[in-house]
């Protein structure tokens, strides 16, 4: 089955230091994959997306992320974390299959905290 | 440019009672969805719709219904409220296909007692 998993459910961080969000997926072909980012109280904001092309993916606010595919991972990653950076994020997989059309299958999420 | 608006951000209902959520875009696009988001599942799709004056089943549409009688607005009601429909509410949209960048409302907290 298609499916996305992110192994931790939360990160804590220092402010300055860098960051790795992890992101597995399960698809039968080459995937589109994203990274949404859920400020608190607020709506999913896309951050990046790859769907072909090089596998290294550059996103806004500072942000990136690396397709492997012998590794089915799809890793977000920031050098530096700000306070601001403090949110849920989200990888998505698509296009799945539901009910006859395509849609995109998000992750648990993984919250991430960040240490003053 | 608003983007994807939600009405109302909050709700309180009792068990049983009914209400609608409004979902608006202003981006011409063709796709909408209903999400409902609960602590450790992620995001899960209610209903979606592939363009005005249609509707679709997601993967949790059991007590949810949905109308798009006008390419920008997307209703979700709710007929008899559950407890277990209490969640945070997000509707989105996209220009085209279900791989297409989605852009997300902020949301509706519904608390059904």
């Known amino acids: 089955a298609q499916s996305v998993t992110q192994p931790d459910i939360h990160i804590t961080v220092s402010e300055g230091a860098s960051l790795e969000l992890r992101c597995n997926y399960s698809y039968g072909a080459t995937p589109y994959l994203f990274w949404y980012v859920q400020s608190p109280g607020q709506g999913l904001q896309l951050l990046l997306k790859?769907?072909?092309?090089?596998?290294l993916v550059q996103g806004i606010k500072g942000f990136e992320a690396e397709f492997k595919r012998s590794q089915s991972s799809f890793n977000l990653r920031k050098p530096s974390v700000h306070w601001s950076d403090a949110a849920e994020y989200f990888c998505?997989?698509?296009?799945?299959?539901?009910?006859?059309?395509?849609?995109?299958?998000f992750g648990q999420g993984t919250r991430l905290t960040i240490n003053p | 440019n608003a983007g994807v608006t939600q009405t109302p951000k909050f709700r309180v209902l009792k068990t049983g009672q009914s209400m609608t959520l409004l979902c608006a875009q202003d981006m011409n696009h063709e796709y909408m969805y209903w999400y409902r988001q609960d602590p450790g599942m992620g995001l899960r799709l209610i209903h979606y719709?592939?363009?005005?004056?249609?509707?679709a089943k997601g993967e949790v549409p059991d007590g949810y219904n949905v109308s798009r009688l006008k390419k920008q607005n997307f209703l979700l009601g709710l007929e008899s409220a559950a407890p277990s429909q209490t969640s945070v509410y997000f509707c989105a949209s996209s220009y085209s296909s279900g791989t297409d960048t989605q852009y997300f409302g902020p949301g509706t907290r519904l608390t059904v007692l």
């Open positions: 998505a997989v698509g296009p799945v299959l539901i009910q006859g059309a395509q849609k995109l299958v």
């Open positions: 719709s592939v363009g005005e004056g249609t509707t």
């Open positions: 790859y769907f072909s092309g090089d596998t």
